[in-house]
């Protein structure tokens, strides 16, 4: 099979970037490698039935100089995130890098390990573990730390740590205020979305390889062996908190509405070491990820970083985060997290400044550049988030999706709209001959444009699914943003192989096990066919008898509302059952949740009226071409 290959402008662009950035700079590499113990070989990390969760060797590839099928820069990233193995941070902390997309950090105490961010998957996190005490021997773990809550964080926690260690208080389970909830809201109420679109981010679907995936910009990819959580027994709530573990003592500073809603950094005195979580990387960051997420607050995310300056600049002597490598002395910490911060600082006020002149965000986000100080400092490249979808989506913080244009109000819907540009355009060959064009004379993004109308005018049009094929390729090729790359990669592969749908499960069996009672309804409740429950009035009494609660359920209208409160004689039915039981309800299964012990009195029938409501989200729902039908 021949190899896709770059066009001439695709080569001549990435030409270009490669003699104007300093490639001369080798710094990273010396951080990214210094401390370097020891790793795995073969880098592949296998399930217990022997199926692959990581493959680092699969980035073997990433060396010597940057095909033309790769922005230079992207690849110099990606040689940078593909170093794996066990590193020192200072003597007494450790890091492992590139089992995961994040990296998990040991903290040696005064009898054992504090462990922090233990990666996605509990595979990977056993792997990096076990590579730990091949080197430093064979040492008990006193306390987890979840930076924030966000899966590559907490994931594989269970394949660190047991659960009757947690409950006999052998190990503690540190997390900041709001963690949990966060993780179900991200996790379950959005997750077959989010899970969708980032099969799409981090190219899980694609060959790796020069054409290919070949990384993520924040790290390589994400795991896909078993997600876990345990949940926190330690809960951090303001900044200043002091704590003592193993004799080591952590000094903690809240960051929440940061990279996420609940997040925090905390300094090791007797290490003089910041753990600064995800919110000083090599690379910037998003403000809102491309598979989907609320919007966060650069404004506060560069505040949080001026305090921790602040409070830990002046005693810290080296910042190591939950992903890339650290940085070492105090002068480099100051510097890298005051371009950090500047950086967040500059996109977030100038893009306030523009949009009160009206300007629009797409508007903005073509305009906007970096001063150069901060355009030439690596950490501030666009890898993983960039300059064009963080100033849109600062945009969309404070202004929402309308841009103020009567015109652009009520527009119809994609579908609708392309078999009128079409029509307007002379019909779907014009349309692709005009494409065609633009692809001819290097421009891309016409060319997608016009060919996005013309497939979801007529989405079997084989020739122009073709051409936007190889138009989202090189779009693909050109891009030093790792997730874009993924993006128009992954877009091209459904074009020519069909819909791969999810290779990841949104949710796993922990998270549904966290769903507090108020949550499990909510879930229920997102689930529910409106149109199709229009009719449908049902008063249910579930009883959780290890608890004592009642909680009046309603349908009408559609809706399905939830209130605490006792039970009463009116309702259609009435379940009781505990809490236990909740997960194998979340999951569908009625007979699961009779064998746990649930009963039904009353009518039975008006549960299964609920019941045969739900219309869960569909992992393999269209992205490139037009759902054909509407639910």
């Given amino acids: 099979m021949t190899q896709p290959s770059a066009s001439s402008f695709t080569s001549q662009a990435n030409k ?95 009898t054992g390990v504090i462990v922090i961010d233990p990666l996605i ?32 964080h907490f994931g594989g926690v269970r394949g660190i740590v047991d659960q ?42 694609l060959s790796r390889g020069p054409a290919g995936q070949l990384g993520a910009g924040l790290g390589q990819t994400t795991s896909t062996g078993e997600v876990t959580v345990i949940l926190p027994t330690k809960t951090i709530t303001t900044t200043g908190e002091s704590l003592t573990i193993d004799g080591v003592e952590i000094v903690f500073q809240m960051a929440p509405g940061t990279e996420a809603p609940s997040e925090m950094h905390f300094y090791f005195p007797r290490y003089k070491a910041l753990c600064m979580a995800e919110n000083a990387t090599h690379t910037q960051h998003n403000l809102l990820t491309l598979r989907g997420a609320l919007v966060r607050d650069p404004h506060v995310w560069s505040q949080y970083l001026t305090e921790a300056i602040e409070t830990f600049g002046s005693t810290a002597d080296v910042v190591f985060t939950s992903h890339h490598w650290p940085t070492w002395g105090r002068e480099r910490i100051i510097d890298f997290l005051s371009i950090q911060r500047d950086m967040y600082g500059y996109l977030h006020d100038q893009t306030l400044r523009l949009l009160n002149k009206g300007y629009t965000g797409a508007e903005i986000a ?140 949104a949710n796993s069996h922990d998270m549904l096990d966290q769903l507090t009672v108020e949550q499990f309804f909510d879930v229920v409740a997102i689930q529910i066919n409106g149109p199709k429950a229009w009719d449908l009035n049902v008063a249910l009494d579930w009883t959780f008898t290890d608890s004592g609660e009642n909680y009046r359920v309603t349908l009408n209208n559609g809706v399905l509302i939830y209130v605490k409160r006792a039970a009463a004689v009116d309702a259609d039915a009435t379940i009781a059952l505990t809490r236990a039981v909740i997960p194998a309800l979340a ?42 039908t509407l639910p």
Avoid: C
Avoid at 30 to 54: K, M, Q, R, Y
Avoid at 186 to 194: D, I, K, P, Q, S
Avoid at 447 to 474: G, K, V
């Fill in 16 to 110: 270009a970037a490669l003699e104007s950035m300093p490639f001369t700079d080798v710094r990273d590499f010396e951080d990214a490698s210094h401390g370097f113990l020891g790793t795995i070989s073969p880098a592949i990390i296998n399930n217990a039935s022997g199926g692959v969760v990581w493959d680092a060797a699969s980035y073997d590839f990433l060396t010597g100089d940057a095909p033309d099928t790769v922005h230079p820069s992207l690849w110099r990233q990606s040689r940078l995130t593909a170093m794996h193995g066990l590193f020192e941070v200072v003597e007494g902390i450790y890091q492992v890098r590139g089992f995961d997309l994040s990296n998990v950090t040991f903290v040696e105490g005064d």
């Fill in 121 to 152: 998957s509990k595979e990977t996190a056993a792997a990096a573990w076990s590579l730990y005490r091949e080197h430093r021997g064979d040492r008990q773990v006193t306390a987890v730390i979840y930076t924030h809550s966000h899966v590559d």
């Fill in 164 to 205: 009757a260690d947690v409950d006999s208080g052998a190990v503690i389970v540190v997390a900041p205020e709001g963690f949990i909830d966060h993780v179900v809201a991200e996790n379950v109420y959005a997750g077959t979305a989010m899970t969708r679109r980032a099969a799409y981010m981090y190219g899980a679907a």
């Fill in 366 to 505: 073509e305009r906007m550049q970096l001063p150069p100080a901060l355009e030439a400092a690596w950490s501030t490249h666009g890898y993983y988030g960039s300059i064009s979808h963080n100033v849109k989506a600062i945009y969309q913080r404070y202004m929402g999706w309308f841009d103020g244009n009567p015109a652009r109000l009520w527009q119809h819907t994609p579908g609708d709209a392309a078999s009128r540009y079409v029509a307007a355009m002379g019909g779907i060959d014009s349309v692709i001959g005009q494409a065609r064009t633009a692809f001819d004379s290097g421009d891309y993004r016409w060319a997608a444009t016009l060919l996005d109308h013309a497939i979801f005018a007529e989405p079997d049009n084989a020739d122009a699914s073709a051409l936007l094929a190889d138009t989202l390729e090189q779009l693909g090729f050109g891009s030093e943003n790792g997730t874009w790359r993924n993006f128009f990669l992954s877009g091209a592969t459904e074009l020519r192989s069909g819909n791969f749908g999810t290779p990841v499960a």
């Fill in 587 to 628: 999951t569908g299964s009625l007979d699961d949740a009779r064998s746990a012990g649930m009963t039904v009195t009353g009518n039975e029938a008006a549960l299964m009226s609920i019941l045969s409501m739900l219309d869960p989200g569909d992992p393999g729902f269209n992205i490139v071409t037009p759902r054909l």
